[in-house]
């Protein structure tokens, strides 16, 4: 029983030390307060937001963008079709026909080692006027003191890039059930002092929202200098810092939301996607184990020490199972943090297993579709 009791203790101190990392993280990402008043002096804001297939999505987000609370005169929208099969163009026209600030661009045929998205932002940013370029995606939601808020944050703290981490919206059960998750391993690569720290070399953005002075932009070369990258909201936020800038990533709190994923395919494929790129193969095959080890062992562990406990009740047994205990509480206090801070339902803890479960066969499957070479994403092989 010996080994038994040294495994839980180290089950407890691991999942210790991580709940109160993670508690750490949220609380140093923090959350931007809208400002009530314009900046001063107010720059002008060039908002690029890359756009394919989502007539669904583009609508609500540029009436989100022609309603922001900043002078008309310094503010325009480019809205850069990347080759839509669906109505995303004609609905950007109707749009600008009535809106002089806001434009609709034809990304150009994607050159040979170039994403998409990089592609039509790079487009975007060519014909772009403005002192600051913000870059934003199409699913994203802006309430109308964000431009605002956010050019007054780069003033105050004499910012170059400053990112922001849109709230997360989750309504049906395959999103509640399946995006804590990933948002919460996202929380323990996510250190916002060091990023946000000139002297540290640690740098992050999130593409949802980047804000850029427009000579920072020119100067590392934008989106060009990462047309193939897989992560290119990271390496434009590294490139940044390493060429003496000061970048920070904040949470977007009210100001920005976005709904990701509203379907089951979808969210499937882009968790699988997500994984597979992020971590290349060795480390998703690892993830593949860690989470079918995180379906069962939580709860099946201490579960296993106390029937243990009735036929060998010694201090030994009952320390075990005491540690094991309070290793698990820490482990699903955890999963609670994440559930709260995106407003789903705690009774998703009891699905926790099954969520744990699902993400093992998510990953496994991007990691067979990454060897197998027949990844895409909205009908593009990535």
């Not at 890359?50 to 009436?63: M, S, W």
């Not at 990533?249 to 990701?260: H, V």
């Not at 991007?366 to 994403?377: F, I, K, P, S, Y």
Request: aromatic share 8%; proline share 5%; with cysteine.
């Amino acid at each position: 029983m010996t080994i038994h009791l040294i495994i839980a203790l180290l089950w407890m101190g691991v999942m210790i030390a991580l709940y109160w990392l993670i508690r750490d993280r949220y609380r140093s990402l923090g959350k931007l307060k809208a400002r009530s008043r314009h900046p001063e002096p107010t720059p002008s804001v060039t908002v690029i937001i890359p756009a394919r297939d989502e007539e669904a999505n583009i609508e609500a987000c540029l009436k989100g963008l022609l309603t922001q609370d900043y002078p008309r005169g310094s503010l325009d929208i480019l809205a850069v079709d990347d080759n839509s099969s669906d109505d995303t163009p004609a609905i950007v026209e109707r749009l600008a026909a009535s809106e002089p600030r806001l434009d609709l661009l034809q990304a150009p045929p994607l050159p040979p080692g170039w994403r998409g998205k990089q592609n039509a932002c790079w487009h975007g940013a060519q014909h772009a006027q403005g002192d600051w370029l913000c870059f934003t995606d199409a699913d994203t939601r802006a309430e109308s003191a964000l431009i605002a808020t956010a050019i007054a944050e780069t003033q105050k703290h004499q910012l170059d890039l400053l990112s922001l981490h849109p709230h997360q919206v989750m309504k049906s059960f395959w999103e509640r059930l399946l995006m804590p998750v990933p948002f919460l391993t996202l929380m323990m690569l996510l250190d916002a002092r060091r990023i946000n720290d000139p002297s540290d070399r640690a740098a992050m953005a999130n593409g949802q929202f980047i804000l850029l002075h427009r000579a920072v932009y020119n100067e590392v070369d934008g989106h060009r200098s990462v047309r193939a990258a897989v992560l290119e909201d990271v390496e434009i936020a590294k490139r940044v810092k390493r060429a003496g800038f000061r970048i920070a990533i904040r949470g977007g709190g009210d100001l920005i939301r976005t709904r990701m994923y509203r379907d089951l395919s979808t969210l499937w494929n882009a968790l699988a996607r997500n994984g597979s790129e992020l971590f290349g193969p060795t480390l998703t095959a690892l993830a593949v184990l860690n989470a079918f080890f995180a379906a069962v062992f939580p709860w099946g562990y201490p579960l296993w020490l106390a029937v243990r406990l009735g036929s060998e009740n010694t201090w030994i047994a009952v320390a075990a199972l005491s540690a094991a205990a309070i290793g698990s509480a820490a482990w699903y206090a955890m999963h609670a943090m994440a559930l709260r801070i995106h407003n789903v339902p705690l009774t998703y803890l009891l699905l926790l297993p099954i969520t744990d479960f699902l993400m093992g066969v998510v990953n496994l499957d991007g990691l067979v579709q990454r060897l197998r070479g027949r990844r895409t994403w909205k009908g593009r092989p990535i």
